[in-house]
């Protein structure tokens, strides 16, 4: 991850704050979307009411949200369209309900993703986030539920965490606000170019299917040069995806 | 264009495909975690082994308990039920006194003194006014205690462990185990219940989760069951013990239409709607303590009033329609008179009359006003000087003055019990009907979901009518 040099008071969230504004279902003539996934139950509705300051319904179970949510805000002079998909565990299913996330980030070509996970279940949120990964060059992760993550004695150190993942992560607790500045800050950024991130690859694949993976991308490659996640679609072909076949002909994601 | 190379990608993909064989998903997924499990080493650390994760898994052995858990559940829902029953006495009685007995009569020397003609009158202020005013007394303060409650114990994080205590059931019956969140959901409103069943991944079980929702007694049943099951029931026994008398009568209702929902679930699984369950995952989530004040101001402005909006959109014009009936005469009876005399012999066989039969036509739209409407409509057959006139709608001050004038209309307590179940089990309101369609995008489930539980509710009316007469 590489941080171009701004001045000191640029990068102050506080400073910045100022900006926001939270502009509720108004989301016409937008300058960036910004899509918000993530595991069921780790908050995205909630973060996603207090950027937006809408009151979409939140409730501690999983599966609540199964509609896409739309809602806007105004950061900087810059409007954000704010997309809140249903929670997956994973892209590679073929559950119907997931789709519609998984749709969205491969086809909607969000400008920044946010990934939201639950900080004290970090290592089966990050199945979702490195599946992600593979497919976006700009997104940010939203440690959210922090508040539980210290009540539980986890102590997280984000900076490793951000390394690791090749993408900015931020700390918040949405259900007090906390944290949400810093993430508008950051989505703005990101969105801006002012971040660039070096998104995880997946590793640990056999030595067959990475090499199967390698000659597949770099042929879809040869067709599509300009877009980031041709091993995405190479790994959608090796499981048959009948969608990818069919988006890989009329050249959608493009 | 490129389409030769697009089509040399497919291929090969389809090559190799063959050539890594079938281990690929699994060596995808354990590589994912790997890298995983790589990640959070390196970056998170547990302080001390001792955590809430364990007072969490506490409570779960408790709640999801095979010994505890159901009783806990009907235990909470007396508490909900309880509180909302009571507590809404208080402000439904003031409500009603503000929009009934002062606004009305108000709006009614306000009509004569500027000479307004007596049926623009009748119609605008005694069919339409009435209408709403009765919804909004009667709906308003239930809902205002009913919803922000419920949406306590889903930000608590208790519905999941609902869910899972009533898996087994809903496996047994051939549908799935998340249809208990759904029919949580439909305890507040069916048209809410059925579009979360979108949280249901297969079709098939999908459906079911729809056709059966409306078993789910929602709120605009439930001061229909709570008014006659304290007139009728509650009298059954010493004045000290009505109350938990009725309360168990309610109770009694929704559990049975939670039976019928598995019974017809599982008839459904085992004839039109055949096919495996499907299995999932459900995370119990952690329980997180509610935010409480947040919790009551979103869950009143945004649930009840919304809920209270389309209600009286549906009220206006139901109330007009009752005014209407009313006073409309063909040859020497009104439509609601000719209606009732000739539904009176079917509405017999049902252990119920006419009054009531006429009354769920005209409530189609929200049944919240089957109760108004069955009183206007026994003063308008019986005769007896009460209320306001001809095709008013009026709720009596005192229980047992509703009692009265029931009795005199030949109620008996097998009417009562037959018209809670009739409640229980009858066509969804409009608005759920349309929901269902807008959800299945078929005229044909949305029928039988329409059509299924007006024949049950015919069928089990029946039944008991006619064993109670052999009996009694």
Known sequence: MEVKPKSACETCVQFNADGLKKLGVNTSDFDFVVALAGNPNTGKSTVFNAMTGLRQHTGNWPGKTVTRAEGAFEYNKEKFKLVDLPGTYSLLSTSEDEEVARNFILFGKPSVTVIVVDASRLERNLNLVLQILEITNNAVLCLNLMDEAQRNNLEINTRTLAKDLGIPVVPTSARYNRGIPELIQTISELANGKIVCKPHRIKNIPKNIEQALEKLSAEIKEVYPDIPNSRWIALRLLEGDRNIIETLKTGEFV | ?472
Not at chain 2, 66 to 83: H, N, Q, R, Y
Not at chain 2, 144 to 159: K, M, V
Not at chain 2, 279 to 293: A, C, K, M, S, V
Request: charged residues 15%.
């Open chain 2, 1 to 472: 264009m490129n389409t030769n190379k697009i089509d040399h990608i497919i291929a090969l993909s389809n090559d190799l495909r063959w050539q890594i064989g079938d281990e690929f998903h699994d060596n995808l997924a354990e590589g994912i975690y790997a890298d995983a499990a790589e990640i959070v080493k390196g970056a998170v650390r547990k302080k001390d082994e001792k955590g809430t994760f364990r007072i969490d898994t506490k409570i779960d052995k408790i709640i999801t308990s095979k010994v505890w858990g159901f009783p806990l559940m009907f235990i909470i829902l007396a508490v909900v039920l309880w509180m909302t029953i009571v507590g809404a006495n208080y402000p439904s009685a003031m409500l009603s006194g503000l929009l009934l007995d002062t606004i009305h009569p108000a709006l009614k020397g306000f009509a004569s003194n500027i000479g307004m003609p007596w049926w623009l009158d009748g119609f605008l202020i005694d069919g339409v006014y009435l209408a709403v005013a009765w919804v909004i007394a009667v709906m308003l303060p239930p809902m205002a205690i009913f919803f922000p409650l419920f949406t306590l114990l889903e930000d608590f994080g208790y519905l999941p462990r609902v869910a899972f205590n009533l898996d087994h059931l809903f496996k047994l019956s051939g549908a799935h185990g998340k249809q208990a969140l759904t029919m949580s959901m439909g305890f507040g409103c069916n048209a809410a219940g059925i579009v979360a069943t979108r949280i249901i991944d297969s079709p098939r079980e999908r459906l079911i989760a729809i056709i059966t929702n409306n078993f789910s007694l929602c709120n605009g049943r439930w001061p229909t069951q709570i008014l006659i099951a304290t007139i009728f029931v509650g009298a059954l026994v010493p004045a000290s013990y009505s109350g938990i008398m009725s309360l168990a009568a309610v109770i009694g209702i929704a559990v049975l239409g939670m039976v019928f929902m598995f019974l017809v679930s599982w008839g459904l699984s085992k004839t039109v709607l055949k096919g495996e369950v499907s299995t999932f995952n459900l995370e119990l989530p952690p329980y997180r303590p509610p935010r409480f004040w947040k919790t009551i101001y979103t869950s009143i402005i945004d649930r009840t009033l919304i809920v209270l909006w389309r209600a009286i959109v549906f009220a206006a014009p139901a109330g007009a329609v009752i005014w209407l009936i009313s006073n409309i005469y063909l040859g020497d009876a009104s439509i609601a008179t000719w209606l009732i005399d000739s539904l009176d012999g079917f509405g017999f066989l049902l252990g119920l009359n006419g009054v009531i039969l006429v009354a769920y036509i005209v409530a189609i739209p929200a049944n919240e006003i089957v109760i108004p409407t069955i009183l206007m409509l026994t003063v308008l057959v019986t005769g007896i000087s009460a209320g306001e006139g001809a095709g008013v709608m009026f709720e009596l001050d005192s229980a047992t003055a509703t009692g009265d004038i029931l009795r005199a209309g030949g109620w008996t307590l097998l009417t009562a019990i037959n018209l809670m179940l009739f409640s229980l089990l009858h066509n969804p309101c409009s608005t759920t009907i349309y929901t269902i369609y807008k959800e299945t995008k078929s005229v044909k489930w949305t029928t039988v979901a329409s059509v299924l539980p007006v024949i049950l509710g015919f069928v089990v009316t029946f039944l008991v009518a006619q064993i109670w007469r052999l009996l009694a």
